[in-house]
């Protein structure tokens, strides 16, 4: 039976994890499809890329991965005290970089809410942490 990632994760336990993606239906993520005959192996240099670009953006070290032909390896440590470090701006200026804010959001670091819409964009803040 699946469980939601909540009951999954616990960084208290282990902040390292193996996380594995692979494609489906013979679809090819890198490399030379040999059904088609086509070669896919640009992708890899934009996975890497972009696996770089995440671990800067979120508390996240790389410690290993692999990429192959229909899927690919990661091993990565969460990083508590650094999330925990970073204040509500940085939290969602990194998020930025990602994503849309929402508008409650945007208005609470321009210091334009009140108490409920303060404390509520700070607990949407506080989800992204």
Not at 9 to 14: A, G, L
Not at 49 to 69: G, H, K, N, P, T
Not at 99 to 105: D, F, K, S
Request: charged letters at 20%; proline letters at 2%; hydrophobic letters at 40%.
């Amino acid at each position: 039976m699946t469980k939601p990632r909540s009951q999954l994760i616990d960084i208290q336990q282990t902040p390292y994890y193996h996380c594995i993606c692979r494609c489906v239906r013979r679809a090819f993520l890198c490399g030379e499809d040999h059904v088609t005959g086509k070669n896919y192996e640009h992708r890899k240099a934009w996975v890497v890329e972009r696996l770089a670009l995440l671990s800067q953006v979120f508390a996240i070290d790389i410690a290993s991965y692999a990429i192959m032909s229909n899927h690919y390896h990661i091993v990565l440590r969460l990083d508590k005290n650094k999330a925990i470090s970073w204040d509500d701006q940085q939290v969602a200026k990194r998020w930025r970089q990602l994503y849309a804010w929402p508008i409650l959001v945007h208005k609470y670091l321009r210091g334009q809410t009140g108490t409920a819409e303060t404390a509520k964009a700070q607990a949407i803040i506080q989800t992204w942490r």
